[in-house]
């Protein structure tokens, strides 16, 4: 069973995804960074593969994707460093990626290699779903890989109910109309948003993302979803830290507590 | 037949590979745009501003001395005429009542040499609309005189201080402020780039060129098609202009100037098709400057306007069908050009420009061929690089 499918079977509430971008603060640091958050109690890690244009993203993951490609990282670099690593990783793994690079590197390849190390899905967040379905989507099965499309507040529920319908991993809500590490705090209308998607009742889990940084945005995303995701509010941690270790399992815990 | 199809593509090229957080926009646009376009009322405004504000129909000017020392019968379209002096405007105008018609309050743009991003400030003062400017660091240095011309005009300039600092990264920051406000916004994108429909709807707003230029030269040579089209290719708007009615004219040849900067092997180009391959950029797929790992590479050529890297898609299919011939010239060339049609025509050309002027001397042509460049813009914004270089 893919591991996301088994994460949300046992649990449906506070599931928390960790975004990270590979190579960063350092060339070798991606290992380590996924056990750290491993051990610091997240239940997904998002390896974001950095691009040179990355255009739903704001200042602070722009930053950490040309720090991550000036020391050199690459999708050949990180598939390198991503063998073996299921040894000690036993979480769902999600890679995070723009489009231009997967289809340089082969999609199909692409897709094998993720298989090989021990990916077990993609966000890929300017395939639109028409291209996914047309070209991808078999590609994506066959390699075991779950498919993780966003919605945001002005996605129709008309999308919505499609987008839900082509996938069987989860739904990544954007929680504003916005680029990643824009907004700090969650509003009223947010949670508008958030209950009206929640009444849904779609058949896939959601995970909300996007503005999300502490316990308080957490506890408050996670009471009308399964769970959250934290992207910037980690880089921010991780940028200047002296002892990876110990910063991420500290961050963490200062998350995950009640 | 050359046409984009109803996903947005032409062959290989085009399409729409944007963020789920802008599909909203995009299908508003998509589902709106042909329509509002096609309606009388639009068309009434459209064409009185083109009238009487641009300043259209622009000249067909048969250049005598540029004839002469180049052997062939050579028209200049004279776009460096039009209102704010390039062809920039006649999109910004389009695009400026389109928006008006879909309720918008807000306007941002990107821009390089910062002609599109006067022209979009033009409109919107004219319009009485709010406007945002998003400009590479490096562009705005470079370009002052329309930095300035746009914060008079009331316009907001934002700096762009990722990557390049430039066209690129000016582009990347417009569609990052695109999602951050979605509802009240529209994006006037100033080249034939970018998701669909924005290259068919940029083109058919710039397509007035082609339109212009069939009459005008019916009235002059007795003849609708001309035996060659040359024009600048950045982005490619003011090529897609020119070239619009002859695409499906196999007799008419089109010619692309692309700039290659420094050299082609220079690592300092931006000649796309030459050093390009097919990926995806701003939206679309296309042809563009990237390494093998995916990595969109920085261009560099003198004139802002060009340092891009990558095409539209339709010129990423007129090239791969072979219907366009491309040529790459470098900034030394175009400069030299620059100063050749100012000495023959009396006119200084943007330097984006003076790449078409150049293109003469690296294809083949008959001496009774006529031939018709597209003067997309004037060299005002160009003079401190023209003092700098100093070849003249």
Redesign the interface.
């Known amino acids: 069973m893919n591991r996301i499918h088994y994460l949300f079977n046992n649990k449906k509430e506070r599931v928390l995804s960790i975004y990270f971008t590979a190579g960063f603060p350092h060339l070798e640091d991606t290992i380590l960074v996924m056990e750290a958050i491993q051990a610091g109690g997240a239940d997904i890690i998002e390896i974001g593969v950095p ?9 602070t993951i ?1 930053d950490s994707n ?1 720090i991550a ?1 000036d020391n050199g990282m ?3 670099v990180l598939f390198e460093q991503l063998k073996g690593f299921r040894a000690k990783i036993h979480i769902p793994v999600v890679l995070m990626g723009y ?7 082969g999609m199909e390849d692409f897709c094998k290699k993720c298989k090989e190390v021990g990916i077990d899905g993609l966000i890929v ?7 996914y379905l047309d070209e991808f989507k078999s590609l994506f099965e066959e390699y075991g890989l779950v498919n993780t ?4 507040p ?3 529920e008309k ?1 919505i109910r499609e987008i839900d319908e082509n996938t069987d991993g989860f739904i990544y809500m ?1 929680s504003s ?3 990643t590490g ?1 907004k700090s705090g969650i509003s009223e209308e947010q949670i508008i948003y958030f209950k009206r998607v929640q009444e849904m009742n779609l058949k896939n889990p959601r995970l909300i993302g996007f503005g999300i940084s502490d316990a308080e945005t957490f506890t408050t995303a996670s009471r009308y979803s399964h769970g959250a995701i934290i992207g910037s509010a980690f880089i921010k941690t991780v940028k200047d830290s002296k002892n990876l270790s110990e910063d991420i399992k500290n961050y963490l815990q200062s998350v995950l507590k009640n | 037949m050359i046409r984009v199809d109803e ?1 947005g593509f032409y062959g290989k090229f085009g ?7 802008l ?3 995009i299908e508003e646009l998509r589902d709106n745009y042909e329509s509002i376009v096609a309606s009388e009322e639009f068309q009434q405004e459209f064409q009185l501003l083109l009238r009487d504000f641009v300043g259209r129909p622009t000249p067909l000017y048969f250049a005598s001395r540029l004839s002469e020392t180049f052997g062939a019968k050579i028209y200049l379209k004279r776009e460096d005429l039009c209102h704010t002096g390039a062809h920039k405007v006649n999109n910004t105008i389009g695009q400026i009542i389109l928006a008006k018609k879909l309720g918008k309050k807000r306007i941002i743009a990107e821009t390089g040499a910062g002609q599109h991003g006067v022209a979009t400030a033009t409109v919107c003062a004219l319009m009485g609309m709010d406007c945002t400017v998003y400009m590479g660091e490096l562009d705005i240095e470079r370009q002052r005189p329309n930095v300035e011309r746009m914060k008079i005009l009331g316009a907001k300039v934002v700096p762009a201080t ?2 390049s600092k430039t066209l ?1 990264d000016a582009t ?1 920051e417009a ?2 402020q695109w ?5 009240d916004t529209h994006y006037i994108i100033g080249s034939v780039v970018g998701p669909h429909p924005y290259p068919e709807m940029v083109a058919r707003f710039q397509s007035v060129i082609s339109e212009e230029m069939k009459w005008q030269l019916k009235e002059k040579e007795g003849r609708e098609n001309p035996d060659l089209v040359i024009a600048c290719v950045g982005g490619g708007s003011n090529a897609a202009g020119a070239f619009y009615h002859y695409y499906n004219t196999p007799d008419v040849r089109l010619i692309a100037a692309e700039a290659a900067g420094m050299g082609i092997s220079s690592g300092k180009s931006a000649a796309t098709t030459v050093l390009g ?1 097919p ?5 679309s797929k296309t042809i563009l400057m ?1 390494t ?5 590479v920085e261009p560099h050529s003198i004139s802002a306007g060009l340092d891009y890297p990558g095409i539209g898609p339709v010129h990423a299919h007129l090239f791969d069908i072979g219907r366009g011939e491309f040529v790459a010239v470098e900034d030394e060339d175009a400069m030299k050009a620059g100063i050749l049609l100012s000495r023959t025509e009396g006119i200084i050309p943007a330097i984006e420009t003076a790449h078409a002027i150049h293109a003469l001397n690296l294809i083949e042509y008959r001496s009774d061929d006529v031939i018709v460049i597209n003067l997309s813009g004037r060299g005002d914004k160009d003079l401190e690089t023209y003092i700098k270089w100093g070849g003249y």
């Open positions: 691009y040179s244009d990355p255009i739903a993203d704001g200042p722009q040309k490609l690459s999708m050949k489009l231009n690079p997967i289809i340089q590197f967040p300017d395939l639109p779903m028409q291209q499309f966003l919605i945001s002005q996605t129709s999308r954007v109309h916005a680029i824009a | 996903k399409g729409a590979y944007i963020p789920e957080m599909h909203p926009n990722s990557g690129k990347n569609m990052r999602i951050n406000n979605p509802v391959t990926g995806i950029l701003h939206g990237q093998e790992d995916g990595q969109v």
